[in-house]
Each structure stands twice: as C-alpha cells, then as structure tokens.
C-alpha cells in the first residue's frame, strides 16, 4: 500500500464537500429538486470513495447526508430549515474528518467532529503553491545546468573549427610514383580528419538544436507554473456564504450573500491573507450592518438583509468591497465609546464623520452591546487592517445612514510577481519595481553635486540625494567617482525622492520575487532575489531601501576586502543560497568557486588549491559532514579550513561537525553577516 492511503481521497472529499455545501445553500434559496438530485449523486460518491478507503465513520455520514437529502427531490418539498442544519452539520463533521486524515495510520476509529475550520478549502491551495515553488526552484537549477550545455555547444563548435585548420595543415594527398609509400598515409589521415569533422559538426548541430528547445521548453514550463500560482477568488465564496448565513442566524437575523468577479484571480498565499480579513468584513456587515427582521420590517426593508461581495482588479491590484443595505455606521455612538475608551475627550465637541471613520479604522472599538462569538470585542476590523499592511494594502470605508456601509480591502495582485525595470550595476543584474520609477536620466560628472553630506542631482529644479548602485552594493569594482557618462534612476518614496546610477538599462519585465535566503545579507537595500530566463540570480532592490542609502551618501558598511584575494569554496546544493553567499563573499573581496554537491566540491578542491571550504551539511548524496571528514583524512586538503553552515542546531549536531573536523560550525537562524566574514579572517589569515 502507498505511504498516503489518502493521498487522493483527500483531493476527491473536498472538491465534493465544496460543491455539497454550495448546493445546500442553493437549496435553502428555494433551489430545484433536480439541484437535490446532483447533490445525492455526489453524497453518494463520497461515500462510495470512503468505502475504498475502509473509513467507516465518513462513509456513514455521507449515508446520513442522502437520508437528510431523499425527501427534496420531490417535486414541491418543504425545506425546512432544521434539515438544512443537519446537512451542513454533516458537511462539517466529514470537514474535520478528512482534515485529520493522514495524522494517524488508523483512521477507522473517528475523532470527535469539530466546527468545519474557514480556510479548510485554502488549505490544499497554499500546498499546491509551494510545491510550484518547488516546481520552479528546479527549473531555475536545469537551466543552469542548461547553459553548461551551451557551453558545452561552443566548445563542439570550436572542435570543428580546429579540425578545419587541421584538415588545411594537412593538405590534399600528393600524387606520383616517387610520392606513394607516403602517400598513403596521407591519404588515411585525410580520411580520418575528414571522418572527425563530420563527426564534430554533427555533434555541434544536435547539441545547439537540443539546447535550444530544452530552452524553450523550460521556458514554457516556468510560464506555465507561475499561470498555475493564481487562485481564483471564487474559492472564498462557498465559505462566505455559509459565515453570512450562520452569523446571522447566531443572533437572530437573517441575511443573503451575493458575489461577484470570482474569476479574478490572485496567488494562493495572498489570497490566503485576504480571505481572513474578508471573513471579517462580512461578519461586521451582519453583526453591525443588517438590522433586525422586526426593524427592518418598520424601515420599510425586506427582513431579509443584503451583504455584497465585489472583487474587481484594478491595474496591479484588487478590490474586495462589501457592502451591506443595512442601517449604516452610528457616528453618535462611535463618538459616545471613543469618548469611553479615553480616545477622545469629553465634550471636545462633533467630529467629522471622516475623523470618527478614521478613528474605527484603528481597531479596538465596537459599538455592539453585547459580546457574542460574531461581534463585541472590536477585534474585527483589526483583522482587516492587518491584512492590508501585511500585503502592503489599504482599507477604506464609506457609509450613508440608514442605507448601508461599504468597507473595501485594496490588496496587490501579486506579492511575488511585479513589473521591474531590469539594470546593471558593474558585472551585477539588478531589479527595481516598475511602480517606484519615476524617470531615468543620462549623467554626465559635471551634472553630480558633490558635499561633504553626499552627492546629489538637480531634478525638476530640485536637489535630489544621489548614489551609484555600484557603490550602494559594496561591489569591489565600483568606481569611487563617477567615470563617464551613467544613468540615473529616480525613484520615488511615500515622500521621497532620490537617484541610483547604474551602468545600463536592460528593460522591462515580469519577474517572480523570491525571499532571501537566511544566509543573505541583512541590508535594507535588497529586498529578495528573482530568476532570469537563465536561472541567474538577480537582486530585487527596496525603493525605501535605496532611498534611504542615497541620502546616507551610499557610504558603504562592508567589511574591507582582505589585502591579498583568498580563494573560497562554496558547495549548497541550493542555487539562491550559492548565489546569495558568493554575493556576500565577493563583495568582502575574496574569490570564489561554487560546487552543487560534496561530490563536485572534492573533484573541485583536488584541482585547485582553495583557502576555506565553506560547506552546507544536508545535500543529496554525500552531506557537509562526510565533506569535511573526508577533506581530514587527505593528506592534501587536511591543512584547509572547513566551516560548516546549516540550520541544524541540536548539541549532538555540533558535536558531530566538531568530531567530523570542522573549524567553525554556523546556524542559519543565527546567521551574522560580519561575524561570517571576520571568522573567515581569523581562518584564512587575512
């Protein structure tokens, strides 16, 4: 049997669970028999899947689910609202089963069926996400694996041209009687160059045709995967029909749920964030909003209250507005609770209606009377706004008394994928976000002011603070002053404005931000890392960040590279943790070489000779431990220092390294740019 007996009833269950409770909503609505008709189909497939899997406890609920369902398939039926519950309950129930299904290997003695949690349905979307990122770490590895083969191309390539002048040297086989005992040699070793460069050109043609569709098809892949990170946001609609219905009910009103622009969609993890807040917007919409069925009924209302749901992409970002046609925000009491929790002073007089929206928007007020599990604590809208300033969002609030609240939650569409201005800072690819870029300027040295509190350019008749990217990176190469002409990037700030000047601009693309490994230097300036089409990393830049180094003067804090280059050997198996702590070394000055495995480290380490290794320990194969206790035992590499980096901190790991031979041992947790850097000083004796 497989080691997930449930590895594919799970993904079955919920897709079912999904539909069962959207159509008993639809059923309650006053839904045709033909919609309970569906519903017992799948009920029915549900338990015959539980059945497969031998778990019992979820095939007899779904059991329950048909008997519950049987009597509204017939024309003219009751629902009752009790059934309606009961069905739901069960819906619930096999939730919370098959969430805790692969936690125990005996799954035949249930749990005790808990409350359906609301981002049960996201949960399988979050998973579904990092296994594409995983998906396209690999990608980045193949291809450059991939340019390897190019290169590999290339030396095919200059083989054939070798061969030719070969083939010329050697010449045409001479003629004559005098000439024949050595003609025949000649003649077998112009066949034989003949036959190599047939040979050579065949293989440089399939080596340039296999590269160039491995390279397509990568490409397509990549596409494909990053298309596969976006959610639709119709995902969240079940379960808030199912908060509005049960909320309401909890205290005695009764509400609809209506929804639009499920067809927008936004990556799995964003949408997890926001779906928390949206839950929320639509609580406060029936605790808050919708009125009573009997006040309702004295407003001239139908009893049964409205909450709207619009989701709409604007540019890069989206829009999540709720709406309810309820009695709107209380400012009078807004005011009286404010004035009771110290917020404001008594009798300082009316405040605008924007002031007290301002001040509900802080979070910590409510003006419900009691509390209850919907409302009372006024955490909600705390909710809210932390979702928005986790996602980098806004909410805002808009209300007519008497008529409705509409609170909207503006989130960006992506948290990893932007449009960025791609540059070049000296021999570094480097990613500025599109939406800071002001203007690019071309520079020449007379156009840089220069003080004793930095460099600064004159844009739109204004002094603006100025810093070489070069420079603001620490890059060993970077100019002390300007030499010849540059480009300025202007970015622009919440307030602020400032320039970068790069070498060149490479243009506009689509990138996929990806976080910092724990071994990346901590420096504001350096927001993640993004892939070329190549799989070369690319430093995805802060425009605070950079904003905030311009006007510092883009005084470098980097270590000072050592007097003489030392040669260090990075092996990680991880191609953003190579890149990120090559970065980190280069920029201190030293030379480095990178291995994928322990494997390559010690053919690389036997062919040159390096002056610290500097190894992860867990790599397929051979880890960091045997690396350095097989560097021990060779009487060539013995005398080089190893230091091993790993997020294992357990006594009995350190204890290893140490017994294994290792000079240092660093955590990934505790990682300290600078005390890496004056450790590799201290060993190296730099």
């Known amino acids: 049997m497989a080691k997930d007996p449930y590895e594919y009833f799970r993904v079955e269950a919920r897709e079912i669970l999904d539909e069962l409770g959207r159509g008993v909503l639809q059923i309650e609505k006053g839904a045709t028999p033909q919609v309970a008709a569906a519903l017992l189909r799948l009920a029915h497939t549900l338990k015959g899947a539980a059945r497969v899997v031998r778990h ?4 007899e609920q779904a059991h329950a689910i048909e008997e519950a369902l049987a009597p509204l398939r017939e024309p003219g039926a009751v629902v009752a609202r009790p059934r309606i ?19 125990s290997k005996d799954a035949v003695t ?22 594409l990122d995983a998906l396209l770490d690999g990608v980045g590895e193949a291809s450059v694996h991939l340019r390897s083969l190019r290169r590999t191309a290339s030396a095919a390539e200059q083989a054939r041209r070798l061969a030719d002048l070969l083939a010329e040297h050697v010449g045409p086989a001479r003629g004559g009687e005098g000439h024949a005992a ?28 296999a590269v160039e569709q491995a390279d397509r098809e990568l490409s397509e892949v990549r596409d494909a995967a990053e298309r596969l990170r976006l959610v639709p946001v119709d995902a969240l609609f079940t379960a808030l029909e199912r908060v509005t219905r049960d909320s309401a009910q909890a205290i005695g009103k009764d509400a609809s749920f209506t929804a639009s622009g499920g067809d927008v969609k936004l990556e799995g993890h964003v949408l997890g964030i926001v779906q928390g807040a949206v839950i929320q917007l639509v609580r406060n919409a029936v605790a808050h909003g919708i009125e009573s069925p009997t006040e309702r009924a004295r407003v001239g209302k139908p009893p ?4 709207e749901l619009e989701v709409a992409r604007r540019g890069s970002r989206v829009t999540f507005s709720c709406r309810d046609d309820g009695r709107g925000i209380d400012f009078d009491a807004v005011r009286r609770v404010a004035e009771a929790r110290g917020l404001l002073a008594p009798g300082s007089g009316p405040r605008t209606a924007d002031e007290l929206l301002r001040l509900l928007l802080k979070g910590g007020l409510t003006t419900a009377g009691a509390v209850t599990h919907v409302s009372g604590r006024g955490i909600g809208l705390d909710v809210v706004r932390e979702a928005a300033a986790r996602l980098g969002g806004d909410v805002t609030v808009e209300t007519v008394p008497g008529r409705g609240t509409t609170l909207t939650l503006v989130v960006p ?17 480097a990613v500025i976000p599109l939406d800071a870029v002001r203007r690019t300027l071309r520079l020449d040295e007379g156009d840089v002011t220069r003080s004793s509190e930095g460099d600064s350019i004159v844009y739109e008749g204004k002094l603006i603070p100025f810093a070489p990217l070069a420079r603001a990176l620490s890059l060993r190469a970077s100019p002390p002053r300007l030499a010849g002409p540059m480009t300025a990037v202007v970015i622009g700030g919440a307030a602020d404005l400032a320039a970068v000047g790069v070498s060149r601009l490479r243009g506009v693309a689509n990138v996929v931000v990806r976080p910092l490994p724990s071994l990346a230097p901590a420096a504001p300036l350096v927001a993640g890392a993004a892939l070329d089409a190549d799989g070369t990393p690319q430093l995805v830049l802060d425009p605070a960040g950079m904003i905030a180094e311009a006007r510092r003067g883009g005084v470098s804090l980097a270590p000072q590279a050592p007097p003489t280059a030392a040669a260090v050997l990075v092996i990680d198996d991880s191609l953003t943790t190579r890149m990120m702590e090559q970065s980190i070394l280069e920029s201190a000055g030293y030379e480095v070489d990178l291995a994928t495995s322990a494997e390559e480290g010690l053919e690389k380490a036997r062919q040159r000779r390096y002056q610290l290794f500097l190894v992860d320990v867990e790599m397929p194969g051979m880890d960091g431990f045997s690396f350095v206790q097989r560097t021990r035992a060779d009487p060539d590499l013995r005398g080089v220092p190893a230091i091993l980096v790993t997020s294992r901190n357990a006594p009995e790991d350190r204890r290893r390294g140490v017994e294994a031979g290792a000079s240092d041992y660093i955590v990934k947790g505790d990682f300290d740019q600078k005390q890496l850097l004056a450790t590799i000083r201290r060993l190296v004796g730099a």
């Open 304 to 307: 049964t209250g409205r909450v």
């Open 182 to 209: 050595a003609a025949a040699p000649q003649t077998k070793a112009r066949s034989l160059l003949d036959e190599l460069r047939r040979t050579v050109s065949g293989l440089e043609r399939s080596l340039t045709v």
């Open 85 to 103: 519950d009961q069905v739901l309950a069960l819906v619930d129930a096999i939730s919370a089963e098959v969430s805790g299904l692969g936690a």
């Open 413 to 429: 569409l992506s948290l990893s994928a932007l449009d960025a201005l791609l540059v070049e800072a000296g021999e570094v690819s």
């Open 110 to 131: 249930a749990p005790e069926p808990q409350p359906r949690a609301a981002d049960d349905g996201l949960r399988t979307i979050r998973a579904a996400v990092a296994e």
């Open 56 to 59: 019992k406890a979820i095939a």
